[in-house]
């Protein structure tokens, strides 16, 4: 597995295009064109932030049904009259073993639970906030067609800003293959 997987470990020119993003956003956009992405940015992080936390929310009160019933489950099993041995028709009996204590729920049981149910809440209530906050950025910066366009200009520009950078560094990388395979 190679440490690409991983966006935490990716090696990414971020200061770098982040300052080509400042450079296309002081000067493509008007004060007002940039407020209003700075407002649709924000929204796009605090429906972010909701989700997560009405994610994990969820997570830990599902976790904590789920952890109820199986206690609920195991105390109903526990109080019911077992059968001990098995009588076959030639006469002979083989005793049934009590599995009751195997299903009792424990601590480390109930510790993946709640981890398990959180990760994944955080996880769909993120992305779900993720998704409904770039709707209302969108719907924001879509309202006017004025401002949609300079932003739309602005961002083709940058875009086509970056994609210069990336075949500059890729056609280095070619240099430096070439010499070292011819």
Known sequence: ????????LRKTSGDDLGRLAEEHFKHDLRDEDRDLVKKAATKISTHTLIGSLLGVGLGGF???????NRKAF??????????????FADGREQAIPDISPLMRPTPLGDALTYTFFGIAGLFIGGETGLLTGSWSARRT???NPDVRG???????SFRADVLRKQIEELEGDN???????G
């Open 141 to 143: 910066i879509t309202s």
């Open 74 to 87: 195991y105390e109903a099993i526990r109080a019911t009259e077992k059968p001990t041995h098995v009588r």
């Open 1 to 8: 597995m190679s440490s690409e997987a991983f966006a935490a």
């Open 150 to 156: 300079r932003v739309e200009k602005a961002f083709r």
């Open 175 to 181: 240099k430096k293959d070439s010499l070292l395979w």
């Open 62 to 68: 599902l976790a904590y049904r789920l952890r109820s």
